[in-house]
């Protein structure tokens, strides 16, 4: 994990009001909730009284109260009231667990996941969808984050995992890709031709038109954009669960068809290609051992894998500068 970042960690939706939700994220159970002005609370999910899931509790006004001896817990992690010592005895201030600091819009819930004198104001989106429609839908996979971020940068694997799909027509080779890096944004542009036995495939440097290619941008930690077309684009977000288990959040916007109905009938049709897709590539990624990527381990890559590598290089140097 790379840490002092804003983590995508679920969809607006998965969360309702005045309930308590359970999730594991960053190899840690939490409990999130949604007051009634709809602000959202995040705390460790497992009281320091004696060790039960506060998720399995409730919500009263604005806290969640542990289901086995009524502690409550307010959204900064402080115990606020032991029922047994009586409503208005003091806390001691060591009664507390750990609590995030969330944002939510674009219908995303981001959780800091670091220091908080580090925290910035508010996470990265690719603003340009907001005028978009989407449909969405996520999936489990049994791998690390990592493995299934780099799937999506994986330019070498479209022929082969996608050959009735986006990989059609056996462009098995690989010109560049070219990419780039900006902060904390990586684009990179895609050129898969058909190998006709006798070209060779261009270098990155070599490739002077590149911008006119199809191209994908990743931004750290976790989310990811498809340019498919002007006005049809996907997204993803890739949630780290623990070292072996991943959430992929998928996402298909388009502005061509904004009419309701016929809107909301397109965008079904996307998902279920996105989901046909997606699934495609989860049936070989969770077969890749190790469960999680780093930079430095024993894998024989080649020249296409290029985003692959800048993605691991740039994760290292972020982890470097914040992990201290
Ligand atoms: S275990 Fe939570 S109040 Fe006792
Ligand atoms: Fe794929």
Redesign the pocket.
């Known amino acids: 994990m790379i840490y002092n970042q804003w983590y995508v960690v679920l969809d607006s939706k998965e969360l309702k009001k005045n309930k308590p939700l359970k999730i594991k994220r960053f190899s840690e159970n939490l409990v999130l909730w949604r007051n009634d002005d709809g602000s959202i609370s995040c705390i460790h999910d497992q009281c320091c009284h004696r060790g039960a899931s506060l998720s399995c509790g409730k919500i009263v006004d604005g806290k969640v109260e542990c289901p086995f001896h009524g502690f409550l817990y307010d959204k900064s992690g402080k115990v606020t009231t032991i029922p047994a010592n009586g409503k208005n005895a003091s806390v001691p201030e060591s009664m507390k667990v750990k609590y995030y600091k969330t944002y939510e819009n674009y219908g995303l819930i981001w959780v800091w996941y670091g220091a908080e004198e580090k925290i910035t104001a508010e996470p990265f989106f690719f603003t340009e969808l907001k005028d978009f429609s989407y449909s969405s839908f996520k999936d489990h996979w049994g791998v690390h984050y990592s493995r299934s971020i780099e799937?999506?940068l994986?330019v070498v694997?479209?022929p082969f995992?996608?050959k009735t799909t986006?990989?059609k027509g056996n462009k098995t080779l690989v010109n560049g890709p070219v990419v780039e890096r900006e902060g904390e944004m990586i684009t990179f542009y895609v050129n898969n031709v058909v190998d006709d036995g006798h070209t060779k495939p261009l270098k990155p440097e070599e490739i002077k038109d590149y911008k006119d290619f199809f191209y994908l941008k990743f931004h750290y930690p976790n989310i990811w954009q498809n340019f498919i077309a002007d006005k049809v684009r996907a997204f993803a977000a890739f949630v780290p669960v623990d070292e072996e288990n991943s959430i992929v959040y998928i996402r298909f916007y388009q502005k061509f068809i904004k009419i309701p109905v016929l809107k909301q009938i397109v965008n079904y049709f996307g998902k279920v290609s996105s989901i046909i897709?997606?699934r495609?590539?989860k049936r070989i990624v969770i077969t890749q051992i190790p469960k999680k990527s780093t930079l430095r381990m024993d894998e024989k890559l080649i020249i296409g894998d290029k985003p692959i590598i800048e993605y691991r290089k740039h994760r290292e140097e972020l982890m470097a500068e914040n992990n201290k």
């Open positions: 799937n999506q994986d694997h479209l995992v996608h986006i990989g897709i997606l495609q590539d």
